[in-house]
C-alpha cells in the first residue's frame, strides 16, 4: 500500500488506483458480451467470409475508465458503428455484387447506426428479408454488471494492493 503526505495526494492516488481497477473491471466485461454475442450469433461469427457478422461482433468497444467531474469513475461498453462497413456504393471496398448495399437503405443510404439497435435490441420480426430474435447482448451486459460489479472491483483493487473488506 503506497503512502501519502497530505490528503490531496491520498485522494489522487487512490482514485488512480480505483480508475484502474474499474478499467479491468471493464476489460472482463467486455470479455463476458463478447463471448455471449458470439454465442448467441451461432455459427456465423466462426465463418470468417461472413463479413457482416465479424464486423457486428468486432464492433463491440470500450472506453477506458476516466474520473468524472462528479467523483464518479466510469467505463463504457458499447457497439461502435464506426466499426461497421456500410457498403454503400460510394464507400469502397465493394468486394462483389453481393457485398453491395448490405448495410443500407432501398435509398442507398448507410444504416450501419440502427445495426445494434436491429440486432441487439429489438430484433427484425417484421422484416420480410431477415428475420431474427434481438440477441439482448447490452440487457445480458447490465444483468451482468449488477451481479458482477463489486466482487470484480474488489478483486482488482486487491490485486493493487489496497484491502477492500
Known amino acids: 500500500m503506497p503512502s501519502f503526505k497530505s490528503i ?3 485522494k489522487k492516488g487512490i482514485n488512480e488506483l480505483i480508475t484502474k481497477a474499474m478499467n ?3 476489460e472482463t466485461a467486455l470479455d463476458k458480451m463478447i463471448k455471449y454475442v458470439e454465442e448467441e450469433m451461432g455459427d456465423g461469427s466462426d465463418n470468417e467470409l461472413y463479413v457482416r457478422t465479424n464486423q ?3 464492433s463491440i468497444s470500450k472506453l477506458d475508465a476516466k474520473l468524472n467531474i462528479d467523483g464518479s469513475i466510469t467505463t463504457y461498453v458499447f457497439y461502435d458503428t464506426d466499426k461497421i462497413e456500410p ?3 460510394a464507400n469502397p471496398p ?3 455484387d453481393q457485398t453491395w448495399g448490405w448495410h443500407t437503405n432501398f435509398s442507398r443510404q448507410s444504416v450501419v447506426d440502427l445495426i ?3 440486432l441487439d435490441i429489438t430484433g427484425t420480426p417484421n422484416n420480410p428479408y431477415y428475420q431474427h430474435e434481438p440477441i439482448k447482448g ?3 451486459l447490465e444483468e451482468w454488471v449488477k451481479k458482477n460489479l463489486k466482487r470484480e472491483l474488489k478483486k ?3 490485486k493493487l494492493g489496497l484491502k477492500v473488506y
Open 8 to 10: 490531496d495526494e491520498m
Open 24 to 26: 479491468k473491471v471493464g
Open 56 to 58: 457486428f461482433l468486432h
Open 87 to 89: 457498403f454503400t456504393i
Open 94 to 96: 465493394v468486394e462483389s
Open 116 to 118: 445494434p439497435l436491429w
Open 138 to 140: 447490452l440487457e445480458y
Open 156 to 158: 482488482e483493487l486487491t
